[in-house]
Structure formats: C-alpha cells, structure tokens
C-alpha cells in the first residue's frame, strides 16, 4: 500500500533552515510528482510546489520560490525540502502529497 | 492565481440530512479536487476530476460542477462526516485550495 513517511517534528531557531524527509513507498517513487502543502495552525492549505522525481524538474509557487528548495534522492525513494531563513511564519505543518495520498505532516516551530 | 472561494465557511447539519458544499473559482477550470481532514489529521482525497470517487469513499459522497461553479455533496450526512473540507484545483499554476468549510454535526 502506499505510505508516505515524514520526517518528525522539528524546532528550529530564527534564521537557521531545516531539511524535511518524505519516503515513499508501496509504489514506484518516480511514476508521482510530490507536492509539498503547508498549513499554519487553524488555516488552509497552501501549496508550496512539486518536484518530478524522475527528472528532478521543479514547479515552486511565486510566494515560496526563495523559501524552499525541493530534491529527490531516487536511490532512497525519499523527496526533500529544504527551508532557508526561517521566521515566525514559517512555524506550520508541512505536508508531502502525491494529491492523492498524503503524509502525515511534520510540524515545524520557529523559536528561539 | 485561481482563488478559490467556499461557502458556506462553517455549517451544521443533522444525521441523515443532505449537505452541499460550493466551491466557486476566479477563472474558469477544467476540473476540481476535494478533500476531508479531520482535526489532527491529513488531508484525504474524497473527490478527483470533479465527479470521481477515490477509493474506499462511502458513495454518500459525489461531486459535481464545471467551469467557474463546482459543489461536493453529501447525501446523508452522518457523525464521521463532521470535518473540513476543501476544494483544490490545478488547471493553472500555482495550484491552489479553497479556504475550507467546516462541517459539524447537530
């Protein structure tokens, strides 16, 4: 069956980035695009962008083009996001999705 | 960008009662997603292509629309139906959600 493992919560201070796992399995991993959603507390869904994991090609969002950067490692089925300069408005569950299944999410906190 | 805009943004309904969602775009699209998520919970896909059931969803559930004007509908609801829903659309970049409409049982 399909599963999609995410990375556990991170707490992560002001400025640093973090780097956030997504391992697939139950399908072969480069037939999907995954997407990467994040969700502030209590509100929608906002998409971040996909990456194909056969080719590497990269669709980011505008508003997300200079926060993240997303990479597969197809030896491992697992896609990555990388999140740069973070502030309090990066604090959200972050999902990885192949819109039809979806991870579990992991929260990331921005802290000091 | 698409903006996508639910009504109605919170509702409440009674087991067995019938319960419709909109989901209205900016621009026309092609087709429409939906999506349940329980507090606590993953999004999980109720609906793809506008009217395609996904696996394991009870037949309760249908969607509909074209266009600008797309709807989910529950037939009747019931106690486990009570959650967000959200409809999403990808016709055009960025891919973007509604803003969600959240279902609570009477």
């Known amino acids: 069956q399909v599963n999609l493992l995410q990375s556990g919560a991170a707490l992560v201070k002001p400025g640093a980035s973090v780097k956030l796992s997504c391992k697939a399995s139950?399908?072969?991993?480069?037939?999907?695009?995954i997407h990467w959603v994040k969700q502030s507390h209590g509100k929608s869904l906002e998409w971040i962008g996909y990456?194909?994991?056969?080719?590497?090609?990269?669709n980011y969002n505008e508003k997300f083009k200079s926060k993240a950067t997303l990479t597969v490692d197809k030896s491992t089925n697992t896609a990555y996001m990388e999140l740069s300069r973070l502030t309090s408005e990066d604090s959200a569950t972050y999902y990885c999705?192949?819109?039809?299944?979806w991870g579990p999410g992991t929260m990331v906190t921005v802290s000091s | 960008e698409i903006v996508l805009t639910q009504s109605p943004t919170t509702t409440a309904a009674s087991p067995g009662e019938k319960v419709t969602i909109t989901c209205l775009a900016s621009?026309?699209?092609?087709?429409m997603y939906w999506y349940q998520q329980k507090s606590g919970a993953s999004p999980k896909l109720l609906i793809y292509?506008?009217?395609s059931l996904a696996s394991g969803v009870p037949d309760r559930f249908s969607g509909s629309g074209s266009g600008t004007s797309y709807s989910l509908t529950i037939n009747t609801m019931e106690a486990e139906d009570a959650a967000t829903y959200y409809c999403?659309?990808?016709?055009?970049?960025?891919?973007?959600f509604g803003s969600g409409t959240k279902l609570e049982i009477k």
């Open positions: 999705t192949r819109r039809d299944f």
């Open positions: 139950g399908y072969t991993f480069t037939d999907y695009y």
């Open positions: 990456i194909n994991p056969n080719s590497g090609y990269t």
């Open positions: 621009s026309s699209v092609s087709n």
């Open positions: 292509s506008t009217s």
């Open positions: 999403q659309q990808w016709s055009s970049n960025p891919l973007t």
